[in-house]
């Protein structure tokens, strides 16, 4: 379609090959970004402006594409077929809108949380640069672009978490590597897929056949797009992010950004790109993939020290059970995970922004020093309390349609991996309530310097949360709308229609029961130890398993640090080689020329015979050649 | 000014006026550091002049025809002009950062000399069509690389500039032999009347030992870390803008442009490619030497040239001739970065380092800009090049070449960030460092800005790129 058939701002977005829509929501963020840098740090007042300018601009030019059903432009750029080539079409709007709304009200947040901080300039400039990205890559509609925004995220994270916080750098290393390790996966994969179909164009890649080298292919997209959303081998570098960096940074970039990316991708892979049938070896395989990494980021749940750490923990298992729900190759499972992504960003946006009040408030977020802090803040204590249970799935809140969605695909192909998938719900509700529970409620426990603050939370910073919450709440009426448009940007669901209500009673009161268990553990658990921080001592010192979340702690089951061990061992064997020829350089060749040179030094000691033997010598070899030469 | 004058004033004025930069200096040191500038600017602005008539598929030429069939002449095509440009667009910047590194050094005028003499020499040599000048002004940077590298005189400088000089020298020879070898074929040493000749294997290999010398790859890299001893911008001109490259741009211009070779080069190459990049990334992952560390990166990185040259399609050479411009670009300005480390802090030891990004903000981040391009990652001009080499890799249906190059890409981006983050985070070790010398300052900054928007604007290098392989006619 051309931007002729729109009117308005859709109209001039799609203008002139859609240069507009490149200007308006890739390069004016950027702009912006690089201006927030340059303005110097007194003039905090102007920077704000100008940031809250460019986040305004940016969710209305979002909201501006929702009325273009399908534009496509197509600019050269780099040769080869790399086409500047963008496409506008319902399911990317769609997230692009929600990832604009969460960066603006993440923004908001961010003004008011950074206003006492250093490096604001750097945390606003990382923010629209994240925007930048996620525009970028969701509209992609070649290869090359699509690569080149979501690797440019790489150099945000850099910015986000090493050059705002220079005095820990290992977290940050971690960080970096895992993502870079993911990237240049998902850079091979995108290779494979790109010579298999012939062609760098998102459009022209459908349903490759997985045989032969197609199969590494697959797995290598497969797993450097999961990678972005913290899916297990490249989960164990969100906690340590989450718990250093700036928490509009955190909230944004980690928890809404790189997630909704890491769907997105793996959407249109596992139901366009490849083949994945419902039941095949594919699905099998993204699966077992996601069930291991639903309990590897669960466990890590049930570790971490503080509410920064729980959430990004919790967040990854959110995002291994959405690709459960894709695994499973049913466009049900696609529908359920694009429409928990929405919810799921609207979510993990308050809990973050919760932990953020609540470190505003008491100065940190470490689970062991703070307690009942409802009393004290009692809007953040709500919007906590419902996006807790919005993740968990409660109904009639946003996730419970969602994650019913996912369920119910999963259900459909494998009942093994279903168990998997209430495991990780179980995982999750167990930590949420734990942290709920320590948090907001029971005796007010505080840093002692902290205690005599009020009103610490402003207005700027409680708004976000109580907008965010309002959307966890109302979204779970109001599914089937967002659900509708993911529809219409996915192809492949056929005539798959959804009304918005779970198509299953039986699995909704199995589901209903699931929760009912988790309340069940929490209060057991509180009982036995007799406090909520304590209330998950009884799964963590079990027999058995008190030796397995040992080793976790000690990183022993960390795929960073195999992939380091394995790497020092690859680095020991080249030092070893390239030792062995600096040796023949610097050792072996000056011995042999010392000895040709001693020997020739003997050969020649003055004596007539030797020179007579050494002249006759050189004479056969001549003849030789000579003779040679004639026969 | 006339095709012919271009070409001359691109490879005389600094050939030639490289000698008058020692007199300059007895007169006045400020009027030798501009004079050596102009000097390497003019290549520039010549390469830039000819650009145009080798754009548009009609290059300048120049030959004078000698005794017993030798002759000697230029070529300006898209290929020389490509690398004389980027050459001396880096070898800029580096004489402009000379200006603040060098001022506290004896023999300053010996090293203006070397420095611009050398690029005199890479600009003689890519423009030339003769295989006996190629080899003269071979030597000719092997001499001044020999001198730039023993710049401090001190025992142990001197015996490392021994080494790269042996080495080098001793594979030019080699090659000397292989070039012989193709005159007794051929009766001419003019590139031009050689379009299409079948070389043997064994002229192959002796020509080879000559560019893999020169190119640092495995076996034949050791001096390259060594070579680290040398001053800064030295180490920068030899590893990252000039010298390296001379040995991948006659690989292109032998085996893509003029001679056709057996097709087992096309897995022989790889293999030895592929070998020398982990092997080296490996090695760079435990050095603690900040210059040996990024001088292994060159090693690996060249592999990563050397493996697009020889993939035999056009995705991998498209991705090796903007490798060769992209990796000039950022690992120059890794290694001014590491100069003026090395320059405030006194060490080139990384783990006597730390925190440095609070102390040299503006050094960081433009170490931060090249390590992503060198370790090929959006949205810095290295990606696209790295993208290239792997899928030309890919599409040459040997399986195993795509998935080792990706291995070496997680290995730079391991031994490049480790070395970023030791350096400038956590603990603050030098606490009274600042930033200083507004040319070092903006000579790194220059390099970071150009490797961003060599990406960004892709289009304008790969456009060149493009030309380069079309002229080639192959593909």
Known sequence: ?631 | MTGIGLIFGCILTPLIGAFFLPLLGNFSKGLRNIAALLMVLTSLVCAGAMLPAAVAGAPYAWQMELPLGFSFGFLADALAVFMAMTSSLVASIIVLYSYNYIEHYDNQNEYYLMAVLFIGAMMGLVLSTNLISIYLFWEISAICCWRLIGFYRQPETIRRANKAFLITVGGALLMLVGFIAIYQQTGTFNLVDMQGVQITNAVMALILCGILSKSATLPLHSWLPDAGVAPSPATSLLHAAVLVKIGVYVFARLFLVNFTVDPIWNTVLPVICAVSALVSAGAALVENDIKRIIAYSTISQLAYILLGLSCGNKIGVYGALLYIMMHSIAKGGLFLCAGIIEHSIGTKDIRQMGGLARRLPLTAVAFACCALSVMGFPPFGGFFAKHLVIEGAYHTGQLWMAPVFVIGAVMTVMYLMRLFYKVFFGRVSHPDVHEHGWEMILSVSLMALLSLFSGIFINLPSGLVNVIIESMGRW
């Open chain 1, 1 to 631: 379609m051309t931007g002729a058939e729109y009117t308005g701002l859709a109209a001039w977005l799609t203008a002139g090959n859609g240069v507009n829509l490149i200007l308006a929501l890739i390069v004016l963020p950027a702009i912006l970004a690089a201006v927030c840098v340059v303005v110097p740090s007194p003039a905090f007042e102007v920077r704000s402006v100008i940031f809250g300018a460019a986040l305004v601009l940016n969710l209305f030019f979002s909201i501006c594409l929702l009325p273009i059903k399908n534009f496509t432009t197509l600019i050269p750029w780099g040769g080869l077929e790399m086409h500047f080539a963008l496409r506008v079409y319902p399911l990317a709007t769609t997230l692009i809108c929600v990832s604009s709304l969460l960066l603006l009200l993440i923004g908001l947040y961010a003004v008011s949380y950074m206003q006492s901080r250093r490096y604001a300039a750097g945390c606003f400039a990382a923010l629209l640069l994240s925007g930048a990205m996620v525009n970028g890559a969701l509209l992609a509609n070649n290869l090359i672009v699509l690569l080149f925004f979501w690797e440019g995220m790489l150099g945000v994270l850099l910015l986000g978490t090493s050059f705002l916080h220079t005095e820990e750098p290992e977290f940050a290393l971690k960080a970096i590597i895992s993502n870079g390790c993911a990237d240049l996966l998902l850079l091979f994969g995108t290779v494979c897929a790109a010579t298999s179909a012939d062609s760098l164009s998102l459009q022209g890649i459908s349903q490759i056949p997985l045989t032969g080298i197609n199969w590494l292919g697959f797995i290598c997209m497969l797993l450097g797009a999961a990678g972005k959303g913290g899916i297990f081998p490249f989960h164990s570098w969100v906690p340590g992010v989450a718990e250093r960096a700036d928490l509009p940074f955190v909230a944004y970039h980690v928890g809404v950004a790189q997630k909704v990316l890491s769907v997105y991708l793996l959407i249109r892979i596992i139901f366009e790109f490849y083949a994945v049938g419902a039941g095949s070896a594919a699905s099998l395989v993204i699966m077992s993939i996601a069930a291991l990494s639903i309990i590897a980021t669960g466990l890590l749940a049930l570790l971490q020290q503080t509410l920064r750490g729980v959430i990004a923990a919790v967040a990854s298992t959110q995002t291994g059970l959405m690709l459960l729900a894709m695994g499973s190759g049913l466009p049900l499972g696609a529908l359920g995970a694009a429409t928990q992504i929405i919810a799921y960003a609207a979510i993990i946006g308050v809990l973050f922004l919760v932990a953020g009040a609540v470190e505003r408030r008491t100065g940190t977020t470490d689970l062991d020093r703070i307690g009942g802090l409802g009393r004290l803040t009692p809007p953040v204590t709500v919007s906590f309390v419902v996006a807790a249970a919005a993740l968990i799935g409660v109904p009639p809140l946003n996730g419970f349609f969602a994650t019913e969605l996912m369920l119910e695909a999963v259900w459909a192909t494998n009942i093994i991996f279903y168990l998997f998938a209430i495991l990780g719900l179980l995982l999750t509700g167990a930590v949420m309530l734990k942290v709920v529970h320590s948090v907001m409620f029971g005796e007010l426990e505080m840093p002692e310097s902290y205690t005599y603050r009020v009103n610490s939370i402003p207005g700027a910073m409680s708004l976000p949360l109580i907008i965010l919450s309002i959307v966890c709440a109302a979204g779970g009426v109001l599914i089937h709308f967002p659900a509708a448009q993911l529809q219409n940007g996915m192809p492949f669901m056929g005539d798959l229609s959804y009304s918005g209500m779970p198509n299953s009673i039986w699995l909704v009161i199995l589901f209903i029961i699931v929760l009912l268990l988790m309340g069940a553990n929490h209060f057991y658990g509180v009982l036995r130890s007799g406090h909520p921080r304590g209330c998950l001592d009884h799964i963590t010192y079990a027999p058995g398993l008190r030796h397995l979340f040992a080793k976790i702690e000690k990183g022993a089951t960390d795929p960073y640090n195999w992939l380091m061990r394995g790497m020092n061992g690859l680095a020991a064997v080249c030092v070893a080689i390239d030792r062995g020829i600096n040796y023949v350089y610097d050792a072996g060749i000056p011995a042999v020329i010392t000895r040709c040179s001693a020997w020739f030094r003997a050969m020649s000691n003055g004596s007539l015979a030797n020179h007579v033997a050494w002249s006759c010598a050189g004479l056969l070899v001549v003849v030789a050649l000579v003779l040679l030469q004639i026969l």
